[in-house]
């Protein structure tokens, strides 16, 4: 199971980033998917997470701003951030939990398999 990030990079606030995750090795539409991020000094927290069914679950700070989004046919999970600000400054990472339901956003600890991480900066 392999899952590869990009997208990242610096952006001016109120901009928009797009982050997409590659993944292989396994047939995405039996995983939960999710994105999470770690900004520096801080624990992983979830930001996203999109069940098979395209069921979708958010943080408080970024509802209303993110959109996660797959595509099963390209095994390949997407991140659209919007009106971004400099408290979103983090490494993002790409995650998927074995289940093909969960209905609810995923902590760091419930993903089985993660992605190397992609940097976000906004100043």
């Known amino acids: 199971v392999q899952l590869v990030e990009s997208g990242g990079g610096s952006v001016q606030a109120g901009g928009t980033l797009r982050l997409s995750c590659e993944a292989s090795g396994y047939t995405e539409n039996s995983y939960s998917m999710g994105w999470l991020r770690r900004v520096i000094g801080k624990e992983r927290e979830g930001v996203a997470t999109?069940?098979?069914?395209?069921?979708?679950s958010y943080a408080d700070s970024v509802k209303g701003r993110f959109i996660i989004s797959r595509d099963n046919r390209e095994n390949t999970l997407y991140l659209l951030m919007n009106s971004l600000q400099p408290e979103d400054t983090a490494i993002y990472y790409c995650?998927?939990?074995?289940?093909?339901?969960?209905?609810?956003?995923?902590?760091?600890?419930?993903?089985?398999?993660w992605g190397q991480g992609t940097q976000v900066t906004v100043s």
């Open positions: 995650a998927a939990k074995r289940t093909n339901w969960c209905g609810r956003l995923l902590g760091p600890d419930e993903y089985d398999h």
């Open positions: 999109i069940d098979s069914d395209g069921s979708t």
